[in-house]
């Protein structure tokens, strides 16, 4: 078992990753606990749910499962308020622990559910996707979707634990392992060149599941994300680089509708697209942008954008949340392994989507 | 003007405390605010609202009025996405600033959006009711309701500025200002003697609104509240000595029904009830039982609590969440102006129970 420690102001906790870690899941229940919730899903709780609850009953608490409909389409206030139902019918108090046991979309309602069921009780974060496991378990940002935005309610609050068992990938769908590498590349664009070197030299390990590479990029990643997050809880400065590709990502992803492309995916896309910015505004060599791009094919992610049209690809990014104060900025790359955050020239932008109108369908 | 400074571990910030207010709320604003969302409800938004938002207009920022139904019930998620509805309608970014204006149900709901909205933005208390002046604005509780329990969902979260106008309490119904007096003079119960002893004598002219009376026992309060706050911000001890009387006064509000009685009527009268059973379990003195009677009535309080019978009253207080574990616990007064958290006999709190189910209906 590996062990990250995450030091925020929000909270200091570890992140375990290990094969068979679900076994282990109540080394995180606190002494003082007076019950836990397991927070899951359909799909989730039938594959690992009895495990989980098998596991965490050697800490001698109450058990609570609260088990949800699956998939991004409920990350919404309604079954949030499953969850808050859940935990009042059965009259958990302060002291009781949640885990949320899934993906991102758990993770992120059990978390903001966390935060608020009496203005905060303890939660423990245990990630079963692999883009929960190098991503959104880590952190402390938590949301659910608003009809008018993604993400646009939550807190940013954190665990007092991550339980990582990359064992659980095995049942995981492929398409979904190779949206989760792109986040890991990504991390390895930002801030660790000789990460993305292991990435490119390991890009068939990882979509094979090895396990020793598994473990090296789920841990790395976890430290990166840890290390960019610990110097900027609250996203106010460093912790936009982990945007990376985020912005053309949620273009297409909105663009396409919600779904139609896996979020990884979008990103994966987003992040030749940047490194393409990148090239044109900060002159990021060429040899570099065909890496990203070859490296985003050899995880198993699109590397063609889709053909939205230029004025809705700029619509699209215009309401993305990181237009504060009207101008866009973007995470630009002056070489791989380094993050720049700036605005660009109209032009630039415009140079980059066109190469999305004129690929071919 | 006064002004109290509040420091917490989440944020330091002012209360403006003084007549006409109303009209400087400008200077809360900050430089870089994006634009402001005035939050308030049918009732005070007739009465201040075109104030409010022509004070705020001299910041230059874009306002945007977001209006409310009125009243406790609808303090809940329907009305809170109603908040959200109008931000992102209006493409309001992280940088804009909301101002709650209105009563402590505003207060407690938006400043729970501010918490909320895109992981969090900055917020104005602009309490129009004497309960908010000195007791909700202060000390960054926000929540929701839920069909299973009052404020069982909301966040922790500190405000940017208090600015509170004693003028506006002139069109606020008197029960409601015997009501907010009932927190006043909690305050000197569990505190601050000398507090105590002048509210004694300056009761009536509390009741008639006297500007200076007024002034003076808004300030105090909130110096109170700020003292106790800045030591436990998250209630994790001392805070826990503001609820006195309030576990019996949440057992007649939910008794007889939410609205039937105002919560600080029934905190007043929950407060007599704190008396007596710190009379049979600390020795508190006769006459100072007597006295809290004596200043509760003169605030225009009910001094008789409902008869709910002896079970119902045992049942109400098991639901309230100071129940932690399972021990019902009480803030009781060794002596006027000090207050203790601790378990009591429950032979003692049969026969304070019993007082309530003796007297005349
Ligand atoms: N909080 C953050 O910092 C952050 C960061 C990135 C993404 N996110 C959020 O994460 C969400 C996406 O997360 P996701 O990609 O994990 O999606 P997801 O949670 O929807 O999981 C994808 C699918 O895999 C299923 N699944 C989960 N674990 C499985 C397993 N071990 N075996 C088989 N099936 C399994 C799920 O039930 C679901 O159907 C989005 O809502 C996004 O906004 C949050
Ligand atoms: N956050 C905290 O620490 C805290 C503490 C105590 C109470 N609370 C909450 O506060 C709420 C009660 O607050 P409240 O007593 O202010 O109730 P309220 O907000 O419902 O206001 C009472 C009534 O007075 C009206 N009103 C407000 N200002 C007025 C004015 N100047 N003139 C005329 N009418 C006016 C309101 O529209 C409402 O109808 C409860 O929801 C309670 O849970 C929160
Ligand atoms: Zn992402
Ligand atoms: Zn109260």
Not at 149 to 174: C, H, R, W
Not at 310 to 339: H, I, S, Y
Not at 342 to 348: S, T
Request: with cysteine.
């Amino acid at each position: 078992m590996n062990t990250v420690q995450v030091e925020t102001p929000g909270g200091h906790y570890p992140i375990h990753i290990g094969p068979g870690r679900l076994d282990a899941l109540a080394d995180s229940i606190p002494e003082d606990a007076t019950a836990i919730a397991v927070v899951t899903n359909t799909v989730v709780g039938r594959l690992y749910g009895e495990r989980a609850e098998g596991a965490l009953a050697r800490s001698g608490k109450r058990i609570l499962r609260i088990e949800l409909p699956d998939g991004e389409a409920h990350k919404d206030w309604q079954t949030l308020n499953l969850i808050f139902d859940g935990l009042l019918s059965s009259r958990l108090d302060r002291k009781a622990v949640l885990v949320a046991l899934g993906g991102g979309v758990i993770g992120d309602m059990c978390g903001f559910a966390a935060a608020s069921y009496m203005r905060g009780v303890r939660f423990v974060q245990v990630p079963t996707t692999l883009l929960a496991q190098v991503d959104s378990s880590v952190g402390g940002k938590t949301a659910i979707n608003h009809p008018l935005g993604k993400n646009m309610i939550g807190a940013f609050y954190q665990p007092i634990a991550v339980e990582i068992d990359t064992d659980v990938l095995d049942t995981l769908p492929s398409r979904e392992i190779s949206a989760g590498l792109a986040e890991v590349i990504k991390y390895g664009l930002i801030i660790d060149r000789p990460f993305f070197d292991w990435c490119e030299d390991n890009a068939a390990a990882l979509r094979a599941l090895d396990p020793d590479a598994v473990s090296h990029a789920v841990r790395r990643s976890c430290e990166l994300k840890a290390l960019v997050v610990s110097r900027d809880e609250r996203e106010s400065g460093l912790r936009a680089i982990l945007n990376l590709g985020h912005t053309f990502g949620h273009a297409i992803e909105s663009g396409l509708g919600y779904g139609t492309w896996l979020h990884g995916e979008a990103v994966g896309c987003g992040m030749i697209q940047a490194a393409l910015l990148s090239a044109l505004v900060l002159g990021l060599p060429d040899a570099d942008t065909a890496r990203v791009r070859a490296l985003v094919q050899a995880i198993g992610c699109p590397v063609q954008p889709p053909d939205l049209g230029l004025q809705r690809w700029l619509d699209l990014m215009q309401v993305d949340k990181k237009t504060e104060g009207g101008q866009l900025r973007f995470v630009l790359l002056p070489a791989l392994g380094e993050a720049r955050v700036q605005g660009v020239p109209d032009d630039a932008l415009r140079q980059v989507l066109a190469l999305a109108a004129a690929a071919p369908a």
